[in-house]
């Protein structure tokens, strides 16, 4: 049975929708970012950066999110295509939301919604570089349903973060194939499922059937405030 530790962040709701995709079993530990639980020497054991989200499979612990979903990916045998040149596709998109767009995208929640004194040209540093970024995945989805044709780890680590850019204050104007893969991301029940991991009882029951039905597998005692995309 798989170990999930996670939190509803966007960063969580990429292995939970993962799992839910994959229709792997999976036992929900929530961790309490407001109470620190990241930084305890029991968590850092599982993840030693003393971040969510981590997983353990028969004893086996994963951390860092993208290797969480490689390694899902391996084990399930599915979402990530085993032919060379795709297969190296979905990973280059994979390594892309890692290393710039859930980094930028977290900058400007953080500068914009968490810090009480302005930066202003932190503000325009981190939202011009995620609306950059928005625009690079534009392009990419041109003649696309998803990031690389058909659905991948690679639109399982890039959604989550697309879907929070009201709250990080960055517009999608124009950016009309971004626009229609957000719900067409949204439609799928696995994804459906995966937000709903680690949301509060009280927060669910305003929200769908698939989201109840998802919350019976544990709850969370904080929630990150992500506008619906």
């Known amino acids: 049975m798989i170990e999930l530790y996670t939190a509803p962040t966007p960063n969580g709701w990429k292995v939970s929708i993962m799992l839910e995709e994959c ?3 999976y036992e929900l530990h929530p961790v309490d970012l407001g109470k620190g639980e990241q930084k305890t020497a029991w968590f850092q054991d599982i993840s030693p950066n003393g971040r969510i989200p981590a997983i353990r499979d028969d004893g086996f612990a994963v951390f ?17 295509p085993t032919e060379p040149h795709p297969r190296w596709q979905v990973l280059q998109w994979l390594h892309w939301q890692m290393g710039g767009l859930g980094p930028m995208v977290g900058q400007s929640v953080s500068f914009n919604r968490y810090i009480e004194e302005p930066v202003p ?3 325009a540093r981190y939202g011009n570089e995620s609306r950059r970024l928005f625009e690079v995945l534009d392009r990419q989805l041109a003649g696309r349903d998803f990031v690389c044709g058909e659905v991948s780890i690679a639109d399982f680590a890039i959604y989550p973060w697309v879907r929070a850019h009201r709250w990080a204050r960055v517009p999608i104007d124009g950016l009309t194939h971004v626009e229609k893969w957000l719900p067409r991301m949204r439609a799928r029940p ?8 680690g949301i509060p009882e009280e927060e669910v029951d305003r929200w769908s059937e698939a989201r109840r039905a998802a919350y019976k597998k544990g709850g969370a005692s904080m929630i990150t405030p992500v506008d619906e995309a």
């Open 64 to 80: 860092e999110s993208g290797a969480i979903l490689h390694y899902l990916a391996e084990k399930s045998g599915r979402f990530l």
């Open 23 to 25: 229709g792997l079993p």
């Open 190 to 197: 696995g994804v459906e499922r995966g937000l709903s991991v």
């Open 121 to 123: 040209y932190a503000i």
